[in-house]
C-alpha cells in the first residue's frame, strides 16, 4: 500500500514537472519569436496595413478633422489635397521598406546581434518629394482655379491711385507661401492694357514684400524672381503669374525652409530615431536612453536563459522521476509516457484549434460592443491595430498547434509500436505454449523392431 502510494505521488510530481518544462520551453521559445522581425513584418504585410493606413486610418474625414484642431487656416489645402500630399510623401511601398528596415534593426540588438539600438529613417527622397508634390498640387489647383474675365471687370471707369486687382492678387501671392492658395476664384487681367498690368503687379508686389507675417525666405524668393513673374504677367494673365511664382518663389522657399532640416540628416540622408525617441518621448538624454535599452536588453537576455534552463532542468526531474517509479518495468515506464503525449497533445490542440477560430469573431464582437464615436473616427486606426496583434498572436497559434501537433502523433506512433510489439510478443509466447503442449512422437524400442 505504501509502495503504491509512493508511486502515485511521484507519478504526479513527474507530471507537474513535464508540464513545467512544456510551459517555460514554450514560453523561451515563444519570447524568442516575439524578437524576430519576420513575425511582424509579415502580420502586417498580410494585413496589408500600410495601405489600410491611408484607407481606413488617414481618412480625408479624419485628416480635415486633424487640420481644423492643429490649424486654423483650413482654406488653403483640402483634406483631399492634404491625403493626397501625405501619399504622394510617403507612399506605402516606402513604409513598408521602413518599417521592416527599423524592425530588422531593433531585433538585431533585442537578440544582442549588435551593441547599440540604432534606428533610422530615410527622409532625404520624403524632403525632395514634398517639394515636388507640393508645387504640381499648386499648379493644378490654379488651373482649376475659376476665373474672373474680363466681361466681369468692366465696370472701373476712373482710374485710381492703387490698383483695385492689387489686393486680389497680393493675396494669391500670399497663400502660396503658405503651401495652398486661398482664393476661389482668380481675377484675369488680360483685357487691361500693359501699363493697368504693371501698376496692380507692382503694387500686389509691394504690399507682399512689405508684410511681416510672410516668410521671409518666401519674400526673398519672390525679389529674386521678380523679373520672370513681370514678364508672365504682361499680358495680365494672373493664372500664369500665379504658376510662375510657384515655380520661382515657392518651390524655392520650400526648399530653403526644409535645408534646416536636412542639416539633421547623416551623409546618406537618414535620420536617426534614437535622439528623437530620447529627447522628444522619454525626456532622458541619448546616452542614458541608450544605458536603458542595454538595460532592458540584458534583462530579456537572462529571462530567455533562465526559462531555457530551468525548462531543461524540469524536464530533466520529470524523466528521472518517471525512470524511479518505473525501475524495472520499462513498459510501464513507455505507457505512462506515451499517454501523456497523446493527453496533453491532443488537449492542448483542441483547445489551440478553437482559440485561432474563435480569436477574431471574439475580438470584432468586442470592438462593436465596446465602440464609442468621437470627432476624430479612430475605429479604423483601433480596427486595423487589433488586426496586426491577432494576425501576430494566430501566428504563434500556429507554431503552437505544430508543437502539440507533434507530441500528440508522437504519442500516437510510440502507442501504435508498443501495441504491435506488444501483439507481436503475445503471439510469440502463443506459439511457444502450442509447441510445449503437443506431445512428442514415441519411438518403438530397437529390439521390437528387430523381431
Known sequence: MFLWILRALTSTLAGLCIYLAIGLLLFHVNLKALLNDELYADSLSEQNAYERLYTDVLTTRNIEQLWSELSSDTAYLTSGELHYLMRAVAPPEYLQAQVETNLALLSSFANGESQDLELYLEISGPLERIVESTVDLLIDRIEATPLVTEELIQGVVEETKESPYSEEIQRALESLSAGGLESRSITDLTGLSEEEVAEAFDQALALVLDNPSIDQEYRDALRTAEPELRQAFKTGDTRELLTQATMTAAAPALDNALADFQHRLD??????????????????????????????????????????????????????????????????????????????????????????????????????????????DVEGFVVLILDVVVSVITARLVSFMWYFGIAFALGILMWALFLTWDMVQKRRQNEASETVDEPEPVEPPAEEAVS
Do not use: H
Open 267 to 376: 551623409s546618406e540622408g537618414r535620420l536617426s530615431l534614437i535622439p528623437v525617441l530620447a529627447e522628444e518621448f522619454a525626456g532622458v538624454g541619448e546616452s542614458e536612453f541608450q544605458a536603458n535599452a542595454d538595460t532592458w536588453r540584458e534583462r530579456i537576455l537572462a529571462v530567455l536563459d533562465r526559462t531555457r534552463n530551468y525548462g531543461l532542468l524540469a524536464l530533466a526531474a520529470a524523466i528521472g522521476l518517471v525512470t524511479l517509479v518505473y525501475w524495472g518495468r520499462p513498459r510501464a515506464g513507455v505507457r505512462w509516457f506515451y499517454r501523456m503525449l497523446i493527453a496533453s497533445g491532443g488537449a492542448s490542440l483542441v483547445f489551440l484549434t478553437i482559440a485561432y477560430f474563435a480569436l477574431p469573431r471574439v475580438v470584432d464582437r468586442v470592438v462593436n460592443s465596446a465602440w464609442m464615436g468621437s470627432e476624430v
